[in-house]
């Protein structure tokens, strides 16, 4: 089944791909939880199943997910002085806008609890 799942991650969706990360859908809606918007807690699930997976690829990609997540929080908290609730995965920054349901948060409990967790399991 491992296996399965990492020949779709990798073949059909592509999500692996992304230089700030992994989108939260492939659904492009103009909302920050949809394509190309990715976030701290759709990360922590992806790169804990990915980390204790049997395959040595799948605990790979566990790794460079943690580095292109941390990176780009690490490139948005020096642009901007914070940390924020979602990053534009092909951009790897932040949005530059708001929509009517949500405003763009900075200093975001769970991206600022994600961002510790990597580091102290990663470091």
């Known amino acids: 089944v491992e296996a399965r799942v990492l020949s779709y991650?990798?073949?059909?969706?592509?999500?692996?791909?992304?230089?700030?990360?992994?989108?939260?859908?492939?659904?492009?809606?103009?909302?920050?939880?949809d394509y190309p918007y990715g976030t701290a807690p759709n990360h922590f699930v992806l790169i804990q199943a990915l980390s204790v997976s049997q395959l040595t690829e799948a605990k790979n990609m566990a790794l460079n997910l943690t580095r292109k997540w941390?990176?780009?929080?690490?490139?948005?908290?020096?642009?901007?002085?914070?940390?924020?609730?979602?990053?534009?995965?092909i951009t790897g920054r932040h949005p530059d806008h708001s929509d009517e349901e949500e405003d763009v948060?900075?200093?975001?409990?769970w991206t600022n609890g994600v961002a510790l967790h990597l580091l102290d399991k990663y470091g």
Do not use: F
């Open 9 to 33: 991650l990798k073949q059909y969706t592509h999500v692996l791909n992304y230089t700030g990360g992994v989108p939260s859908s492939l659904q492009e809606s103009g909302e920050t939880w």
């Open 70 to 89: 941390l990176e780009t929080n690490y490139r948005n908290w020096v642009h901007t002085g914070a940390m924020w609730d979602t990053y534009n995965v």
């Open 105 to 109: 948060e900075d200093g975001y409990g």
